[in-house]
């Protein structure tokens, strides 16, 4: 029983904390050139080797849900920032590309993004608190894929 209060505990504390951090983002993109969503999209599309993805697989890697995820993508497409076609292994499935233009948003507000990152975590925990953040968050998110979650 002492470990499920102790989890209880740290989850309260984590969820918090995230909570905290992610209303100072927010608040942050509030005077940038995108949305922090928007921006979620475009990272995660800069990730991808090709710099794009199909649509279903998008949604895995960002916090929206797949029809949330369609309409901002139509009207970042809209904007100029991503592109979207056809699949050409599954004439069903959507992909979604960067634009130059997305491009160099991304690596412009993600300057900002990453300074603002360091600001707020760098200046509250030690670089070794860091790494054991790093990690344990690795095995937290690690342990919910194994799970099925």
Do not use: N
């Given at each position: ?88 292994e599954d004439r069903r499935g959507t992909v979604v590309r960067l634009t130059d233009r997305g491009r160099a948003v991304v690596r412009r507000v993600g300057r900002e993004h990453a300074a603002a990152i360091a600001r707020y975590l760098g ?27």
């Amino acid at each position: 029983m002492a470990t499920d209060r102790l989890a209880e505990e740290a989850w309260e504390a984590l969820a918090r904390a995230h909570l905290a951090l992610m209303r100072r983002l927010q608040e942050d993109f509030r005077g940038w050139e995108i949305s922090m969503r928007e921006y979620d999209v475009l990272f995660t599309l800069a990730r991808c080797p090709s710099g794009g993805t199909r649509l279903r697989d998008l949604s895995e890697h960002v916090l929206l849900t797949q029809p949330s995820i369609s309409r901002l993508v139509e009207r970042m497409e809209g904007s100029g920032l991503v592109a979207r076609g056809g699949d050409p292994e599954d004439r069903r499935g959507t992909v979604v590309r960067l634009t130059d233009r997305g491009r160099a948003v991304v690596r412009r507000v993600g300057r900002e993004h990453a300074a603002a990152i360091a600001r707020y975590l760098g200046s509250a925990l030690t670089p070794e608190e860091l790494r054991t953040l790093t990690e344990l968050s690795g095995k937290l998110r690690a342990a919910q894929a194994r799970q099925g979650g």
